[in-house]
């Protein structure tokens, strides 16, 4: 007879509960693979019905994503041979490359925009946390309040006053604009979550590390920031998803230069028909940012989502 | 090293006292333990000295320098938390340098690395010195704990309660090396605690705390021997001080409401006749619980000699202490 404990689940509820975990992620991963195989199918391919599982892989939907194109004359095609493999690829349809398409540039705004209003959001978003957790400030819990409250509302319905304001004040279609905008809707969940790791940790450190010698601010630094290093990696993580997705206010407040990958993705479908690999492909590689970024935060993450379950 | 003297120390939490009116001069090199039961001030008496409260009214002198509206690292002051309080991301080896490598004190390297290693060795962590903090026992954290205190040359150590959270064999270890240490370095301590064989065998000067009050503050050999009032005399001695109504034996001052007799102030031989209801052999001595008129008395007794329960033994006062009826000592 095998040993038998409590708290310690048996051999067969550990299956059981794995096999459903693998189900799941299985099942929440369909989507997700959909997409991804999508992007490596050719356009007549990806709208086949019923759907193919099993396709002769193509890069077309990346090429047309990279690249515009136009339609040439046999003459000419046939006095310039395609040079490049990619080249190859679009003469299928008659076409040579007229250039890069605008998906690089929309991309890199991405970046900018959600990694500069995830960097804001944390920087500003630990320093209030902190003072609320430390100082006694007057009206700290009406002030929480206060900032909780500009989460209660869908953000869409500041839409119109905040496309005004921005004309007014020139941060339509700017970095500074939606990086501002972004920490602006951002700072309430860090504030919030932040507090939480925050006041987990005790006091007692910080008095150490001032009789040891160290100022306050040292002492933030030196003790208590890399023991909120879970929680700001996972609000971190938070932050960006938000500011990476976001679809509305970029689609309002964006058309050119800070124009962020999600409205531009959209668009490639009306370039050439409905060219579906070509949106597959982008929302690929959109997708991997984030997904690298949780991958290499995911301990903390894992800590961050469960925080406050239990307490130590 | 240095003097610290507290003149008039107050601070109150709202409308709770925390302290109230502390006066007292903890001499270079002396090792005071403050004694009194939990909410007495101890606590905040070391925090107060440390910096880490505010006091409502009073002065703080370290070495004739007033350090009132110092922060705590300007006072240059070690101390040891009751929890370990190590800094848990860090390494035992950087938890012990930590306050070396602090902007007040900058200290070389290799200074750090030597004196690290020495403070290791004495506290016998060496071998954990690459551990990280929180992979250690609670014996050996707190050990750290005193450790992160020991690489400084501060003008006083204060120590809130470090060896109550061990287990007795270690405490009863790190105690004779704390003493060992303070006779070695010559350190000034403060020390708080609420047991009492740390404050008979550690001190040199105990002072003792009632409500925020300071009610006595000597010698532990004066303070067991000739306490001002009935608090102080139940604050140390084990087993308790009996104290008994004073009418149970004769020759009393006038004023004296109770006798207050130490087991040892119990003579045998003659006088009333109690009963003997216990008797515990520890070995060295035999301990007699007695009743004399339905009051319970303790007392100690020779090792050697055998007592019936149930038989009746007289006893009589000898040198007892004298209390008024507000628990004030008559001489």
Redesign the interface.
Same mark, same amino acid.
């Given at each position: 007879m095998s040993s038998f404990s409590v708290t310690e689940p048996s051999a067969r509820s550990k299956w059981f509960a794995g096999t459903l975990v693998i189900l799941y992620a299985l099942i929440t991963m369909v989507p997700l693979a959909w997409i991804m195989l999508t992007g490596f199918k050719s356009p007549s391919d990806a709208i086949s019905y019923p759907p193919k599982i099993v396709f002769e892989p193509t890069l077309e939907g990346y090429v047309n994503l990279f690249t515009t194109r136009t339609r040439q004359t046999p003459e000419f095609l046939a006095a310039n041979p395609p040079e490049k493999w990619y080249e190859e690829i679009v003469r299928e349809y008659d076409m040579v490359i007229a250039g890069p398409s605008k998906f690089g540039e929309r991309f890199l705004n991405s970046v900018i925009i959600g990694f500069g209003s995830t960097f804001l959001s944390i920087f500003l978003g630990t320093l209030a946390a902190y003072a609320f957790s430390r100082f006694k400030i007057p009206l700290a819990d009406d002030l929480l309040f206060f900032i909780l409250s500009t989460r209660m509302m869908p953000p869409i319905a500041v839409a119109i006053p905040i496309f005004l304001m921005y004309r007014q004040l020139g941060l339509s279609d700017t970095h500074l604009g939606m990086i501002l905008l972004y920490t602006g809707v951002n700072i309430s969940l860090a504030v919030w979550l932040l507090k939480g790791f925050i006041d987990e940790i005790?006091l007692? %450190?910080e008095?150490?590390?001032?009789?040891?010698? %160290?100022?306050r601010f040292?002492a933030f630094y030196k003790?208590v920031l890399?023991?909120a290093a879970t929680g700001i990696a996972s609000t971190a993580i938070f932050c960006l998803i938000f500011a990476w997705n976001e679809y509305a206010f970029a689609v309002l407040l964006t058309s050119g230069t800070a124009q962020t990958a999600p409205p531009f993705i959209p668009t490639i479908i009306g370039v050439g028909g409905l060219d579906w690999p070509a949106v597959a492909a982008g929302a690929t590689i959109f997708l991997l940012p984030v997904m690298i970024f949780t991958i290499l935060l995911r301990k903390h993450l894992l800590r961050g989502i469960t925080f406050g379950a239990v307490r130590k | 090293m240095a003097e610290v003297t507290l003149k008039n120390l107050s601070k109150n939490f709202g409308t709770d006292i925390g302290v109230e009116d502390i006066s007292m001069t903890i001499p270079d090199g002396a090792f005071v333990v403050l004694l009194g039961p939990t909410g007495a001030g101890k606590t905040t008496t070391l925090r107060l000295i440390a910096g880490l409260e505010k006091a409502d009214r009073g002065e703080i002198w370290v070495d004739g320098r007033n350090v009132g509206n110092e922060t705590p690292a300007q006072r240059d002051m070690a101390m040891v938390f009751q929890q370990y309080s190590l800094y848990p991301h860090l390494t035992v080896r950087d938890n012990l340098a930590f306050p070396l490598k602090s902007p007040i004190l900058r200290t070389p390297s290799d200074a750090i690395e030597r004196k690290v290693s020495e403070v290791a060795e004495v506290l016998q962590i060496s071998h954990k010195l690459n551990n990280k903090a929180t992979a250690l026992s609670g014996g050996e954290m707190q050990r750290v704990s005193i450790g992160r205190a020991l690489v400084r040359d501060p003008a006083i150590y204060l120590m809130d309660e470090p060896l109550s959270s061990l287990d007795a064999k270690l405490r009863t270890d790190l105690r004779v090396e704390l003493k060992r240490i303070h006779a070695s370095l010559g350190a000034t301590l403060l020390y708080v605690t609420h047991d009492q064989i740390e404050a008979m065998t550690m001190a040199t000067h105990v002072g003792v705390l009632n409500e925020g009050r300071l009610v006595q503050f000597g010698t532990p050999r004066e303070i067991y021997e000739n306490p001002n009032s009935l608090y102080v005399a139940g604050r140390l001695g084990l087993p308790r001080i009996n104290i008994l109504p004073v009418d149970v034996f004769q020759n009393a001052p006038v004023r004296a409401t109770h006798i207050g007799m130490r087991p040892e102030h119990v003579h045998q031989g003659d006088g009333l006749e109690a009963e003997v209801k216990r008797v515990e052999h520890l070995g060295d001595l035999t301990r007699l619980h007695l009743t004399l008129n339905g009051h319970a008395i303790t007392t100690v007794a020779d090792p050697t000699m055998t007592y019936d329960l149930g038989t009746a033994i007289k006893i009589a006062p000898k040198n007892p202490l004298f209390f008024d009826g507000n628990g004030n000592r008559i001489r």
């Amino acid at each position: 007879m095998s040993s038998f404990s409590v708290t310690e689940p048996s051999a067969r509820s550990k299956w059981f509960a794995g096999t459903l975990v693998i189900l799941y992620a299985l099942i929440t991963m369909v989507p997700l693979a959909w997409i991804m195989l999508t992007g490596f199918k050719s356009p007549s391919d990806a709208i086949s019905y019923p759907p193919k599982i099993v396709f002769e892989p193509t890069l077309e939907g990346y090429v047309n994503l990279f690249t515009t194109r136009t339609r040439q004359t046999p003459e000419f095609l046939a006095a310039n041979p395609p040079e490049k493999w990619y080249e190859e690829i679009v003469r299928e349809y008659d076409m040579v490359i007229a250039g890069p398409s605008k998906f690089g540039e929309r991309f890199l705004n991405s970046v900018i925009i959600g990694f500069g209003s995830t960097f804001l959001s944390i920087f500003l978003g630990t320093l209030a946390a902190y003072a609320f957790s430390r100082f006694k400030i007057p009206l700290a819990d009406d002030l929480l309040f206060f900032i909780l409250s500009t989460r209660m509302m869908p953000p869409i319905a500041v839409a119109i006053p905040i496309f005004l304001m921005y004309r007014q004040l020139g941060l339509s279609d700017t970095h500074l604009g939606m990086i501002l905008l972004y920490t602006g809707v951002n700072i309430s969940l860090a504030v919030w979550l932040l507090k939480g790791f925050i006041d987990e940790i005790p006091l007692e %450190y910080e008095e150490a590390a001032l009789i040891d010698g %160290y100022t306050r601010f040292q002492a933030f630094y030196k003790v208590v920031l890399p023991q909120a290093a879970t929680g700001i990696a996972s609000t971190a993580i938070f932050c960006l998803i938000f500011a990476w997705n976001e679809y509305a206010f970029a689609v309002l407040l964006t058309s050119g230069t800070a124009q962020t990958a999600p409205p531009f993705i959209p668009t490639i479908i009306g370039v050439g028909g409905l060219d579906w690999p070509a949106v597959a492909a982008g929302a690929t590689i959109f997708l991997l940012p984030v997904m690298i970024f949780t991958i290499l935060l995911r301990k903390h993450l894992l800590r961050g989502i469960t925080f406050g379950a239990v307490r130590k | 090293m240095a003097e610290v003297t507290l003149k008039n120390l107050s601070k109150n939490f709202g409308t709770d006292i925390g302290v109230e009116d502390i006066s007292m001069t903890i001499p270079d090199g002396a090792f005071v333990v403050l004694l009194g039961p939990t909410g007495a001030g101890k606590t905040t008496t070391l925090r107060l000295i440390a910096g880490l409260e505010k006091a409502d009214r009073g002065e703080i002198w370290v070495d004739g320098r007033n350090v009132g509206n110092e922060t705590p690292a300007q006072r240059d002051m070690a101390m040891v938390f009751q929890q370990y309080s190590l800094y848990p991301h860090l390494t035992v080896r950087d938890n012990l340098a930590f306050p070396l490598k602090s902007p007040i004190l900058r200290t070389p390297s290799d200074a750090i690395e030597r004196k690290v290693s020495e403070v290791a060795e004495v506290l016998q962590i060496s071998h954990k010195l690459n551990n990280k903090a929180t992979a250690l026992s609670g014996g050996e954290m707190q050990r750290v704990s005193i450790g992160r205190a020991l690489v400084r040359d501060p003008a006083i150590y204060l120590m809130d309660e470090p060896l109550s959270s061990l287990d007795a064999k270690l405490r009863t270890d790190l105690r004779v090396e704390l003493k060992r240490i303070h006779a070695s370095l010559g350190a000034t301590l403060l020390y708080v605690t609420h047991d009492q064989i740390e404050a008979m065998t550690m001190a040199t000067h105990v002072g003792v705390l009632n409500e925020g009050r300071l009610v006595q503050f000597g010698t532990p050999r004066e303070i067991y021997e000739n306490p001002n009032s009935l608090y102080v005399a139940g604050r140390l001695g084990l087993p308790r001080i009996n104290i008994l109504p004073v009418d149970v034996f004769q020759n009393a001052p006038v004023r004296a409401t109770h006798i207050g007799m130490r087991p040892e102030h119990v003579h045998q031989g003659d006088g009333l006749e109690a009963e003997v209801k216990r008797v515990e052999h520890l070995g060295d001595l035999t301990r007699l619980h007695l009743t004399l008129n339905g009051h319970a008395i303790t007392t100690v007794a020779d090792p050697t000699m055998t007592y019936d329960l149930g038989t009746a033994i007289k006893i009589a006062p000898k040198n007892p202490l004298f209390f008024d009826g507000n628990g004030n000592r008559i001489r």
